[in-house]
């Protein structure tokens, strides 16, 4: 089995702070999509799940449960998506050094 561990980490490594933040995005992101996908998926199988045709209700043209697990519940998830990434997520450099930047495109 081919060695994984990489030949540069030992006691001497230190660690991106970047790798922090960025793992603390993911589990959010991660969270999120979790949220989402159990709130579209419990929305129609609660309004829609084991009806018969002609017990369903229909919200401008749509069936009820459609309407309510798709359109809307993804624009209140838009708006979730919205605040999490204005309170927790950072903008941060993706150059090797950490450098913002600007030095390119100044050129």
Known sequence: MPETRSPHRGAD???DPRYRTAM???GIAL??????????TATAWLLGG???ADELSFVLGFPAWFFWSVPVTCFV???IAYF???RFFTDIPLSADGSAGEEREER
Do not use: C
């Open 84 to 86: 999490l990434v204005r």
């Open 31 to 40: 969270a999120y999509w979790a949220a989402f996908t159990v709130a579209v």
């Open 77 to 79: 998830f838009s708006g």
């Open 50 to 52: 084991g009806k018969d």
């Open 24 to 26: 603390r995005e993911l």
């Open 13 to 15: 490594f230190e660690e």
